[in-house]
């Protein structure tokens, strides 16, 4: 007789979620609001944990998780999960990334009314007993500006809210085709046209490096006069204290924030500030989403553990027993090189190229271009995984080409990525060496053997005597360690590209100090898993 697998759900769900897994072949148990300790003690009987953000799965968890195969968040979140040690354990972290996407663009939308007619303060002060009907002038939403940045699955959403709402929409998102704007009835438009033109700005975007800080104190200088800021996405988006400084002055008319750059914030210096209005991150709080999430991340669970099927993994590609030892190695080197074209395109990009040649294009195609579309998305997203990146390309209005090319080459495979920029072409190329080391052999045209891993940094100058000597002075001085040095160059005396790698992150005043070197055209901070 076959055992079923056995569930905990340790944080409050909608029952529904316990009698799908119960339907779909499971036994479960409900026990919520245990101690950490408590979990650790019981955690060893499931196959599965559910939970939303009140769980904590440490390192400690994982270690008495003897027989855990799944875990899944409800939610999009998983700060909560540690994702490496649940990937070292053999340990599956599906999450649902787009059941709360109505709410929060709901959120966002009533953030923005919300400040337009300033009805928390007329609230507070009409439930005091005043009638303060001469303190406060609103402004209409109807025929003013909305600055979108991030045109994704949440930012989608608002602007048809908006447009709905007689609004006109200018969206900012590299990855935007001119296309998907048009389909979307939106203006495409660069950061700094946004904020000079936008009466509100909403975010939809997540925290990564490229967006972090996006909202600075230069980039809030740059708005209009009287605008009103709403972010509903995650905190460290917006510079909190230049906020403040703005709202003071009376340059930014309007601020609500759902989320914080601590959480829980309990004493920012934006509380009190006039013209400021907060939530204590709502953004997923209806019971709609609630239920959707809880019931996604039963059946997904349920048809991991029961059928093997995969969906919404954040660590586990789509492959079955056969393939995966084959396609291991070409689906990292197929990220990485999605992750370089991704963190050196800042263009719009309509269309991107898989081309596979020698061994490589007699395998399965569909994992390397969902690995591929990983890295490539990841730099603007954090939610992406080989799952859902196909289905977040085609949202964005990403033309996906594959390409193969069975007669080998140069090299027995070959993996090249390519995609259509403003500029022209771009691509980068690599292969295995062994049959299990990717390696990158060239990039946008220039011939170049490196290994692509931790933090590395990516220069093209003039090719001239001196540079090589001036750039390890420069990193020397600023206690930077070299770990590999790889040099290429279209012609003497031309182009060059140097990709090292360095033993740490390199500061943004590293990377402006080089930029200021002799023959230096381009240089970029890049960072691989």
């Not at 196959?47 to 799965?57: E, H, M, P, Q």
């Not at 939809?204 to 909202?215: A, E, F, G, V």
């Not at 990146?389 to 140069?410: F, I």
């Amino acid at each position: 007789m076959t055992t079923k697998p056995k569930v905990l759900i340790s944080d409050k769900m909608d029952p529904n979620a316990a009698r799908i897994f119960e339907i779909r072949g499971c036994d479960v148990d409900v026990i919520t609001g245990e101690t950490p300790e408590q979990l650790i003690a019981r955690i060893g009987d499931y196959d599965g944990l559910a939970i939303r953000s009140s769980t904590k799965v440490t390192q400690e968890v994982l270690d008495a998780a003897t027989n855990l195969k799944v875990i899944g968040r409800a939610g999009i979140g998983v700060d909560n999960v540690d994702i490496p040690a649940a990937s070292s354990k053999g340990v599956v972290v599906m999450n649902t990334p787009f059941g709360n996407s109505i709410t929060t663009a709901e959120h966002a939308i009533a953030m923005m009314f919300a400040l337009a007619r300033q009805i928390p303060e007329a609230n507070a002060r009409t439930q005091a007993g005043e009638w303060p009907k001469n303190a406060f002038m609103g402004v209409e939403v109807t025929g003013k500006t909305l600055g979108l940045i991030g045109a994704g699955n949440i930012g989608s959403i608002v602007a048809s809210r908006a447009l709905g709402l007689k609004m006109k929409v200018v969206a900012f998102d590299p990855f935007l085709t001119p296309e998907r704007a048009v389909e979307m009835g939106v203006e495409k438009a660069d950061l700094d046209t946004l904020l000079e033109k936008a009466d509100f700005i909403t975010l939809h975007t997540p925290l990564t490096d490229q967006t972090r800080n996006i909202l600075s104190r230069e980039n809030l200088g740059k708005t209009k006069k009287g605008v009103r800021i709403v972010n509903c996405a995650r905190g460290g988006l917006v510079d909190e204290a230049a906020l403040k400084d703005l709202l003071d002055s009376g340059h930014i008319a309007g601020a609500a924030l759902d989320v914080f750059q601590t959480e829980p914030a309990k004493d920012s210096p934006l509380f009190g500030t006039p013209g400021f209005i907060c939530t204590p991150h709502l953004g997923a709080s209806t019971n709609e989403a609630q239920v959707n999430v809880a019931l996604q991340v039963a059946e997904q669970m349920a048809d991991y553990l029961v059928n093997g099927g995969v969906t919404n993994a954040l660590n586990m590609p789509s492959l079955s027993a056969e393939e995966a030892p084959k396609l291991r190695p070409y689906m990292k080197l197929a990220e990485q090189l999605g992750s370089m074209v991704g963190q050196l395109t800042r263009d719009s990009v309509p269309r991107i190229s898989i081309h596979t040649e020698g061994a490589a294009a007699e395998l399965n195609m569909k994992p390397m271009v969902a690995a591929v579309l990983s890295g490539f998305l990841r730099v603007q997203s954090d939610s992406v995984n080989m799952v859902n990146a196909p289905y977040l390309a085609k949202e964005r209005g990403l033309e996906v080409r594959e390409v193969k090319t069975e007669r080998e080459g140069d090299y027995h495979t070959l993996i090249r990525v390519s995609v259509k920029t403003e500029a022209g072409e771009r691509s980068v190329a690599g292969t295995l060496f062994n049959n299990s080391e990717p390696r990158l052999i060239e990039m946008f045209g220039v011939k170049v053997e490196a290994e692509l891993c931790g933090h590395m940094m990516y220069i093209v100058n003039e090719d001239a005597p001196g540079f090589i000597g001036r750039i390890g002075t420069l990193l020397g001085e600023n206690a930077i360690n070299i770990g590999t040095f790889n040099l290429g160059r279209r012609e003497a005396g031309g182009e060059a590209v140097l990709l090292l790698s360095v033993d740490g992150e390199v500061p943004e005043s590293v990377l402006k100090q080089a930029c200021e070197l002799p023959g230096v055209k381009t240089v970029k901070a890049l960072g691989f898993a």
